[in-house]
Protein backbone atom coordinates (compact mmCIF):
# COMPACT_ATOMS: atom_id res chain seq x y z
CA UNK A 1 0.00 0.00 0.00
CA UNK A 2 1.36 3.62 -0.67
CA UNK A 3 0.38 6.51 1.41
CA UNK A 4 -0.15 10.36 0.68
CA UNK A 5 -0.13 12.96 3.26
CA UNK A 6 -1.63 16.05 2.93
CA UNK A 7 -2.77 19.28 4.49
CA UNK A 8 -0.05 20.54 6.74
CA UNK A 9 0.46 24.08 7.21
CA UNK A 10 1.21 27.15 9.69
CA UNK A 11 -2.11 28.21 11.94
CA UNK A 12 -1.33 30.12 14.87
CA UNK A 13 -2.02 28.67 18.53
CA UNK A 14 -6.13 27.99 19.16
CA UNK A 15 -6.77 27.42 15.35
CA UNK A 16 -7.40 24.22 13.28
CA UNK A 17 -6.50 22.05 10.36
CA UNK A 18 -7.23 18.74 8.60
CA UNK A 19 -4.67 16.28 7.20
CA UNK A 20 -5.22 13.81 4.69
CA UNK A 21 -4.07 10.37 4.42
CA UNK A 22 -4.69 8.72 0.61
CA UNK A 23 -4.20 4.91 0.40
CA UNK A 24 -3.35 3.03 -3.18
CA UNK A 25 -2.55 -0.25 -3.43
CA UNK A 26 -4.97 -1.98 -1.14
CA UNK A 27 -7.92 -0.98 0.63
CA UNK A 28 -7.49 0.90 3.75
CA UNK A 29 -9.80 -1.07 5.26
CA UNK A 30 -7.35 -4.45 5.43
CA UNK A 31 -5.25 -1.88 7.80
CA UNK A 32 -4.77 -0.21 10.89
CA UNK A 33 -4.39 3.48 9.86
CA UNK A 34 -2.59 5.54 11.91
CA UNK A 35 -0.99 9.09 12.47
CA UNK A 36 2.50 9.80 14.33
CA UNK A 37 4.19 13.02 14.56
CA UNK A 38 7.92 13.66 14.86
CA UNK A 39 9.30 16.98 16.32
CA UNK A 40 12.66 17.76 16.18
CA UNK A 41 15.00 16.03 18.14
CA UNK A 42 12.50 13.63 19.74
CA UNK A 43 11.32 10.51 18.52
CA UNK A 44 8.06 9.72 16.64
CA UNK A 45 4.93 9.81 18.72
CA UNK A 46 1.52 8.25 18.43
CA UNK A 47 -1.23 10.31 17.21
CA UNK A 48 -4.04 8.88 16.92
CA UNK A 49 -5.14 4.96 15.23
CA UNK A 50 -8.46 3.72 13.34
CA UNK A 51 -8.28 -0.46 14.13
CA UNK A 52 -8.69 -2.00 11.05
CA UNK A 53 -11.57 -3.68 9.63
CA UNK A 54 -13.52 -1.32 12.45
CA UNK A 55 -14.30 1.88 14.13
CA UNK A 56 -12.37 1.55 17.00
CA UNK A 57 -10.33 4.62 17.68
CA UNK A 58 -7.47 5.40 19.58
CA UNK A 59 -5.69 8.71 20.78
CA UNK A 60 -2.59 9.77 22.17
CA UNK A 61 -2.72 11.55 26.04
CA UNK A 62 -1.76 14.78 24.26
CA UNK A 63 -4.19 15.27 21.61
CA UNK A 64 -7.11 13.52 23.83
CA UNK A 65 -10.13 15.57 23.12
CA UNK A 66 -8.33 18.02 20.56
CA UNK A 67 -8.16 15.71 17.74
CA UNK A 68 -10.67 13.32 15.74
CA UNK A 69 -9.35 10.67 13.25
CA UNK A 70 -11.77 9.47 10.55
CA UNK A 71 -11.93 7.49 7.78
CA UNK A 72 -13.80 7.79 4.41
CA UNK A 73 -13.64 3.82 2.64
CA UNK A 74 -15.03 5.27 -0.80
CA UNK A 75 -12.16 7.18 -0.89
CA UNK A 76 -9.49 5.32 1.40
CA UNK A 77 -8.71 8.24 2.69
CA UNK A 78 -8.26 8.96 6.66
CA UNK A 79 -8.33 12.25 8.09
CA UNK A 80 -6.58 13.52 10.81
CA UNK A 81 -9.17 16.80 12.03
CA UNK A 82 -6.87 18.88 14.45
CA UNK A 83 -8.51 21.17 16.56
CA UNK A 84 -7.29 23.70 19.66
CA UNK A 85 -3.88 23.67 18.20
CA UNK A 86 -0.40 24.54 20.28
CA UNK A 87 2.55 25.32 19.51
CA UNK A 88 3.59 21.85 21.19
CA UNK A 89 1.91 20.44 18.12
CA UNK A 90 4.78 21.54 16.04
CA UNK A 91 5.94 18.80 14.04
CA UNK A 92 6.27 16.37 11.04
CA UNK A 93 2.86 14.47 10.77
CA UNK A 94 3.30 11.02 9.00
CA UNK A 95 0.18 8.40 8.19
CA UNK A 96 1.69 4.90 8.83
CA UNK A 97 -0.62 1.73 7.72
CA UNK A 98 -0.03 -1.94 8.65
CA UNK A 99 -2.74 -4.83 8.41
CA UNK A 100 -1.10 -7.68 11.43
CA UNK A 101 -0.68 -5.38 14.20
CA UNK A 102 -1.72 -6.49 17.87
CA UNK A 103 -2.92 -3.81 20.26
CA UNK A 104 0.39 -3.76 22.48
CA UNK A 105 1.63 -2.67 19.47
CA UNK A 106 -0.75 -0.19 18.15
CA UNK A 107 1.94 2.91 19.78
CA UNK A 108 5.08 2.12 18.26
CA UNK A 109 6.13 3.18 15.40
CA UNK A 110 8.46 0.56 14.46
CA UNK A 111 6.10 -1.87 14.36
CA UNK A 112 4.34 -0.37 11.30
CA UNK A 113 5.37 -1.48 7.37
CA UNK A 114 4.17 1.40 5.60
CA UNK A 115 4.67 5.08 5.96
CA UNK A 116 4.05 8.25 4.06
CA UNK A 117 5.83 11.01 3.17
CA UNK A 118 5.00 13.48 6.07
CA UNK A 119 3.63 16.68 6.34
CA UNK A 120 5.09 19.90 8.17
CA UNK A 121 2.67 21.19 11.03
CA UNK A 122 3.50 24.82 12.72
CA UNK A 123 1.75 26.12 15.33
CA UNK A 124 2.53 29.93 16.05
CA UNK A 125 2.57 31.23 19.54
Known amino acids: VQLQAS ?27 SWFRQAPGKDREFVAAIWRGSSTKYYGDAVKGRFTISSD ?13 KPEDTAVYYCAA ?13 NYDYWG ?7 SS
Do not use: E, H
Open 7 to 33: GGGLVQAGGSLRLSCAATGRTSRSYTM
Open 73 to 85: SAKDTVYLQMNNL
Open 98 to 110: DSTLILSSLWGAA
Open 117 to 123: QGTQVTV
